[in-house]
């Protein structure tokens, strides 16, 4: 379309029914900056640098003659989704090139650029986050097909009535207005939001207490208290709580029997022997006030000096000594009787078996003697074992003890058993 023109004169206009294309032939030697307009509202400025060796890539010789084309492309026609607008594409070729200039990038200096767009951009912002939307202008990177910002700074554009974003690029490519979502500092593709506080880009400090909860009322003063450390407040003497905002004495809210609790204040830790009746008593209490004794009765203090171990000895001695006595005893009796019992044991009478029953049948007496009556005294067996010299036995010799023995036949006195079981002599 520039074939005949010559270098320096007016851009060609070319409307080819889905896009609109302004085109320019320039001389590369020499070249000052150069803008071109579109009667859709694209514009663009290409600075006098965009021809020094500092622009372009390898060493080729560079062309006499180029030509610089803006094309705006119908909306309806945009091959990219995403885009509020129609595309605009700035190119520079050598004259009669399909092909680009090989342009470094970033280039030393940007094209400015004037991108028009059609779509309302959204208006809504998150209450909580502060996030909205703006439109940008992006470039199409073709290989993925995706809108990207890299080397294009853009400014942000909101306006319903004339909806033109304006934009610096470091690079040849296609470019259109996007809508993206801005952060709660209205830049578009920021990260900040509102923290809890409201505060844009804020880490909670603001409303937060010593305790780093935002937005509990708590703030880092511990009431005047205490100071603020580490996520907590170190509180002053009898003062607890998160600001140290409860007081707690031992001696009262505790009764003196006990200790305030140190995480809250609220409640006490009894001492052994003390605890709270009713026990789910509400603070303020007070607390431990009720024993386990029925009587408290104090305990003198001991008295200094020797005393306690005199009185120690002198009570320990004697009641020693009457122990050990009562042990003797109790050994003596239990002794005696064990003795007794054995002297018992050898003075009962056993009979043995007579004499007379050792012998053959033969020889045993035809009588049996029989104990008729009970014992006699010592004179009455003397009697029995030692009759007269005269051998009488007659009743008369038996005294008025009664019969002693009876014998079924007469047998001689000999016979009778002793004792001890052996038989006496006759007398001589």
């Not at 579109?38 to 514009?43: C, D, L, R, S």
């Not at 509400?282 to 408290?296: E, H, I, K, N, Q």
């Not at 009796?333 to 029953?357: C, D, H, L, N, Y």
Request: proline fraction near 9%; charged fraction near 15%; hydrophobic fraction near 35%.
């Amino acid at each position: 379309s520039v074939a005949g023109a010559a270098d320096g004169e007016d851009a060609t206009e070319l409307d080819g029914g889905g896009f609109f294309m302004l085109t320019a032939r320039v001389a590369t030697t020499g070249f000052t900056e150069t803008s071109l307009e579109t009667p859709g509202g694209a514009f663009a400025i290409f600075p006098p640098t965009l021809f020094k060796p500092a622009a372009l890539q390898g060493s080729a010789p560079l062309p006499a003659s180029a030509e610089i084309m803006l094309i705006q492309w119908v909306a309806s026609a945009n091959p990219a989704g995403g885009a509020l607008g129609p595309i605009v594409t700035a190119q520079v070729r050598p004259l009669g090139s399909n092909a680009s200039f090989p342009f470094s990038d970033p280039l030393p200096n940007p094209i400015q650029l004037q991108v028009p767009f059609e779509t309302n951009v959204s208006e809504t912002v998150n209450a909580f986050t502060g996030q909205g939307y703006a439109a940008i202008t992006m470039y199409l990177d073709e290989g993925e097909w995706e809108w990207r910002p890299r080397g294009v700074v853009s400014e942000t554009a909101t306006d319903k009535i004339d909806k033109k974003i304006m934009a610096s690029t470091s690079h040849m490519s296609h470019f259109s207005a996007i809508q993206v979502v801005t952060g709660c500092d209205g830049v578009p593709l920021s990260t900040k939001v509102n923290d809890h506080c409201a505060v844009c880009g804020g880490d909670n400090f603001t409303c937060s207490g010593c305790d780093g909860i935002p937005n509990t009322g708590r703030d880092k003063l511990c009431s005047g208290r205490g100071t603020c450390g580490s996520s907590m407040c170190s509180c002053r003497v009898q003062w607890f709580g998160l600001q140290c905002e409860h007081f707690c004495a031992d001696e009262t809210i505790c009764s003196g029997h006990g200790i305030c609790n140190g995480a809250t204040g609220r409640n006490c830790t009894c001492a052994k022997g003390w605890f709270t009746s009713p026990a789910n008593l509400a603070w303020p209490g007070p607390f431990c006030t009720t024993s386990d004794d029925v009587l408290d009765i104090p305990v003198p203090d001991p008295p200094e000096g020797p005393a306690p171990l005199v009185l120690a000895l002198g009570i320990s001695i004697p009641v020693g000594i009457l122990i050990c006595c009562f042990i003797g005893y109790g050994t003596h009796k239990v002794w005696g009787e064990w003795k007794r019992g054995q002297e018992i044991r050898k003075t009962i009478m056993e009979f043995p078996v007579p004499a007379s029953a050792a012998l053959r049948a033969d020889q045993k007496p035809k009588g049996s003697l029989r104990i008729l009556q009970g014992r006699a005294d010592d004179e009455q067996r003397g009697l029995l074992t030692h009759p007269e010299s005269n051998g009488s036995n007659s009743s008369s010799a038996r005294g008025s003890a009664g019969p002693l023995i009876s014998a079924n036949s007469a047998a001689p006195p000999h016979s009778m058993p002793r004792a001890g079981g052996n038989p006496e002599p006759d007398a001589e």
